[in-house]
């Protein structure tokens, strides 16, 4: 697989995608969310990959909308019809991300803005260098926080911190960020690598089934009351009960060995 806008590698058992555009802080075009697509489609298709980590190359994460790049919503001499780019690329790229077959990490190395943050908060685990930030940019462009910023900000910071990153559009500390629950884990930008990487090895040897059915009842919890909750805990012990992983778990704990799961 050869990209243009982003670089794909895939070792033992972990795929790193990288936004690669960076003299326009990897923001995203047309053609880069048709390269995404593909690789996240190779992800699904990949039983030897067992995570995905998501960065971005130099110093930033992503700016959101290339706002030069219209070739999705119309010519440059009309209005771009913005729902159309949001219906062909952010919210396909939002869900796929979230129903990915194996977890996934944003390792946030620079500014986060736009769609930009919001694609980072669709990860799994979100872990940021101390150097980033997370921008609201929309309402500075008179726009809306799309691909699920609406969604993830009052979920997970409240509704007043929430209204107030979107209205007022300032930018976010990554250690602030990580105080208020936005995002999993803040760390000194020279340890953000080593903290990625050990992370995604961890992943990449973690019983996969299970971190995902984790991943969706926590979700669907955000819209289901208790009893439907432990309807649905029930469905997915019966069926990791089943499973290969659950099985070599419990061995390697009478054993006390360390188990070797392979994500079945
Ligand atoms: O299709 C649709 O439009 C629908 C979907 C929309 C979703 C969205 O994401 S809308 C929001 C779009 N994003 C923004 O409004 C953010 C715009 N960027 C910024 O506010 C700032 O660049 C940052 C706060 C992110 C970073 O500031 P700073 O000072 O660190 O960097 P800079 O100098 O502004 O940017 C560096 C270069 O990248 C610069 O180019 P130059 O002057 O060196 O030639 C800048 O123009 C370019 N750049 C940054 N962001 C974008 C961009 N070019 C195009 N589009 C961008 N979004």
């Not at 995404?36 to 110093?59: D, F, K, Q, S, W």
């Not at 992503?62 to 771009?80: I, W």
């Not at 803005?113 to 669709?122: E, I, K, M, T």
Request: proline share 4%; with cysteine.
């Amino acid at each position: 697989m050869s990209f243009e806008t982003i670089a794909f590698a895939v070792d033992a058992g972990v795929a790193r995608l990288t936004l690669n555009r960076p003299d326009r802080l990897n923001s995203f075009t047309d053609q880069m969310h048709a390269e995404i697509r593909e690789v996240l489609a190779e992800v699904n298709a990949n039983a030897a990959i067992r995570v995905l980590v998501l960065t971005g190359a130099g110093r930033g994460f992503c700016a959101g909308q290339d706002l030069n790049d219209r070739s999705v919503s119309g010519e440059s001499t009309e209005a771009p019809d913005l729902g159309a780019s949001v219906e062909k690329n952010y919210k396909p790229l939002v869900l796929a991300l979230q129903n990915l077959r194996v977890p996934t990490i944003c390792a946030v190395n620079g500014v986060a803005a736009g769609a930009g943050a919001s694609v980072a908060l669709a990860c799994d685990v979100v872990i940021a260098g101390r150097s980033a930030s997370f921008l609201q940019a929309f309402s500075k462009i008179g726009l809306i926080p799309d691909t699920g910023g609406t969604w993830f900000l009052p979920q997970r910071v409240g509704m007043a911190r929430a209204m107030g990153l979107a209205l007022l559009a300032e930018k976010l500390p990554a250690e602030k960020a990580a105080d208020w629950g936005l995002i999993w884990q803040c760390v000194d930008d020279a340890d953000l690598a080593s903290t990625v990487d050990a992370l995604a090895a961890q992943f990449a040897a973690a019983p996969t089934r299970a971190l995902v059915r984790t991943r969706e009842l926590m979700r669907a919890s955000m819209s289901q009351d208790l009893s439907v909750q432990l309807d649905a805990e029930r469905d997915a012990m019966r069926e990791l009960g089943r499973s290969p992983d659950y099985k070599e778990g419990v061995a390697a704990f009478m054993e006390k060995r360390a188990p070797r799961f392979t994500g079945a």
